[in-house]
């Protein structure tokens, strides 16, 4: 019998989530689409990577009956807004379709499921958002991440679920870009960037989502848990930021509105969570913007 199984494990999430899981001693089944793409060290007896596609549904089915995992921490899925929009067919394939074969396993064997959510389901008009207020996503991805969680919360099995917004963060293995080493790649070789001023997010570091995943865990924690950094920040806000942080020459960047973009898929404006609920329940505590900067990109030079 195995503690966690986890999907999706070789995304920006698993790579803080699998060795955190492992710290604390959990027997762990990561899985994740083809090879392991995680350092080999991190495996062993405790933790193992398994290969599973999530939308073989035969191949999930006989996966959880054989390894009866108690909990299933869900973060699988096609995270692109813009590719959603352009594969409607295929991102509700892996975003819902796929939620309702690891539902169906879970209830056979008797596991809780815990499914990574996200911001996205809401629709920008009223954020910072807290856990009870209406979902209403104005882009395909949001609509199957909806989807999905309500093919959780309709499936009669023990069931947590983890909303999160705009996560970034570095790992040694992982080399996946994200807004401050963007905003640092571009200025430190003088290119000028565009950075929207009219949108609000509370940026996660992936360490403290992994960190509320497992509070959620530990504290057999149920319902709905908006998990996020605790700073309400524009990308403009958030790349001075980084530009401060780096000392880097702020006069090549502009900023502009959200429809100075012509992108698939539309974004909510203003999201970004109330984090109150977390805090006091789970004991939940994220770092500040500025931590997560030296965290992702290092003490400056
Ligand atoms: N990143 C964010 O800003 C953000 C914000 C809000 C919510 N979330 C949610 O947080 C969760 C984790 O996100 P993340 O940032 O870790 O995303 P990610 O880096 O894109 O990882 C998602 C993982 O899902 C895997 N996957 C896709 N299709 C699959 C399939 N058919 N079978 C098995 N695995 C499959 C991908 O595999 P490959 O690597 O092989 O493609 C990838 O490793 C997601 O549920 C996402 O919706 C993320």
Redesign the pocket.
């Known amino acids: 019998m195995w503690d966690i199984m986890v999907?999706?494990?070789?995304?920006?999430?698993?790579g803080f989530l699998i060795p955190l899981l492992r710290a604390h001693g959990y027997r762990v089944l990561a899985?994740?689409?083809?090879p392991c793409?995680l350092p080999v060290e991190w495996f062993d007896e405790q933790v193992v990577y398994k290969s599973?596609?999530?939308?073989d549904g035969m191949a999930v089915w006989s996966f959880i009956k054989d390894h009866r995992p108690a909990w299933i921490i869900?973060?699988?899925?096609?995270?692109?807004a813009d590719d959603c929009e352009r594969d409607p067919v295929g991102c509700w394939m892996?975003n819902v379709t796929?939620t309702r074969f690891l539902v169906d396993a879970a209830r056979s064997v008797g596991a809780s499921m815990l499914y990574?959510?996200?911001?996205?389901v809401f629709d920008g008009q009223n954020g910072p958002y807290k856990e009870e207020d209406a979902p209403a996503p104005v882009n395909y991805y949001g609509c199957s991440?909806l989807a999905a969680e309500r093919a959780v919360m309709a499936s009669g099995i023990p069931w947590s679920i983890v909303?999160?917004?705009?996560?970034?963060g570095r790992s040694d293995h992982q080399a996946?870009s994200n807004i401050m080493t963007w905003v640092r790649d571009k200025l430190q070789s003088q290119t000028p960037i565009k950075v929207v001023d009219d949108q609000l997010r509370t940026p996660?570091w992936?360490g403290d989502?992994a960190e509320g995943l497992r509070l959620v865990v530990e504290k057999n924690a149920r319902g709905i848990w908006h998990i996020s950094g605790a700073d309400l920040l524009t990308p403009f806000e958030m790349a001075q930021r980084t530009a401060g942080y780096l000392s880097l020459d702020t006069s090549l960047m502009t900023c502009v509105t959200a429809d100075s973009f012509s992108q698939p898929a539309l974004r909510p404006l203003k999201t970004g969570f109330i984090i109150d609920k977390a805090r006091k329940a789970l004991g939940y505590k994220p770092v500040s913007f500025e931590q997560g900067l030296e965290l992702t990109l290092g003490k400056p030079s």
Not at 31 to 34: D, F, K, L, N
Not at 163 to 168: D, E, G, I, Q
């Open positions: 999907t999706g494990s070789n995304g920006l999430l698993g899985t994740g689409r083809g793409r599973l596609d999530i939308t869900h973060a699988a899925a096609i995270t692109q892996v796929a990574v959510s996200t911001d996205f991440k909303r999160t917004v705009l996560v970034y996946r996660t992936a989502l």
